[in-house]
């Protein structure tokens, strides 16, 4: 099974928001509410930044949220700050197994 | 906290074992991840353990290539390859599912796996 797709790259200012798509099928993101983001600075380990498609851990600023529409779940960054400059995954859950996306990087400006 | 072992440099055909400490009392009572990142690429699932009776479930990409295995007593769970690939090159994580049984909340530190000639 393919991964999820999100776009390469996506950028914006201080202070904007951002908005990061992750697309799938019917038969992951589609079927399940197992929607998880992880944000991976250089040479550090991945960081859950949102499960359960909207579910913010603790410690996970507020400007972080979590949606999904169909077979496509999203992440908004508000505030954008020069700590978000990192790559994010998306992941789901699907037939009893995880499937991640290719991952984006956002670029703070 | 997640504490993986040190970066192995191995030849193509050796075997490997490597490991993952969690401490905390509850170890045994969650799942926890394997997840490999290849040089400069994204994230892979290979499988999940469960410590407590050491049930196991593989990513049918990964299945037959690797071996999941725990020591509940030590808190440590383990990945192990009998013939190494220079294809298996790369970051191994350990994630715990502590908080979500579908969300990986605690990452290890990684471990750099070189298979080279």
């Known amino acids: 099974q393919s991964a999820l797709t999100q776009p390469a790259s996506v950028s914006g200012s201080p202070g904007q928001s951002i908005t990061l798509s992750c697309s799938g099928t019917s038969s992951d993101i589609g079927r399940h509410n197992y929607v998880s983001w992880y944000r991976q600075h250089p040479g550090q380990a991945p960081q859950l930044m949102i499960y359960?498609?909207?579910k913010r851990p603790s410690g996970i600023s507020n400007r972080f949220s979590g949606s999904k529409s169909g077979n496509t779940a999203s992440l908004t960054i508000s505030g954008l700050q020069a700590e978000d400059d990192a790559f994010y995954y998306c992941c789901s859950y699907t037939s009893r197994r995880v499937l991640f996306g290719g991952g984006t990087k956002v670029t703070v400006l | 906290q997640v504490v993986q072992s040190g970066a192995e440099l191995r030849k193509p055909g050796e075997s490997l074992k490597i490991s993952c400490n969690v401490s905390g009392s509850r170890f045994g009572t969650y799942w926890i991840a394997w997840v490999r990142q290849m040089p400069g690429k994204g994230l892979e699932w290979l499988g999940i353990?469960?410590?407590?009776?050491?049930?196991?479930r593989y990513s049918p990409s990964f299945q037959g290539q690797v071996t999941f295995s725990a020591a509940k007593s030590i808190n440590t769970i383990y990945l192990q390859w009998t013939s190494l690939k220079a294809s298996d090159t790369g970051i191994y994580y350990c994630a715990t599912l502590f908080l979500d049984p579908e969300a990986f909340d605690n990452w290890g530190q990684g471990t750099l796996v070189t298979v080279s000639s």
């Open positions: 353990i469960y410590p407590g009776d050491s049930d196991t």
């Open positions: 359960d498609v909207t």
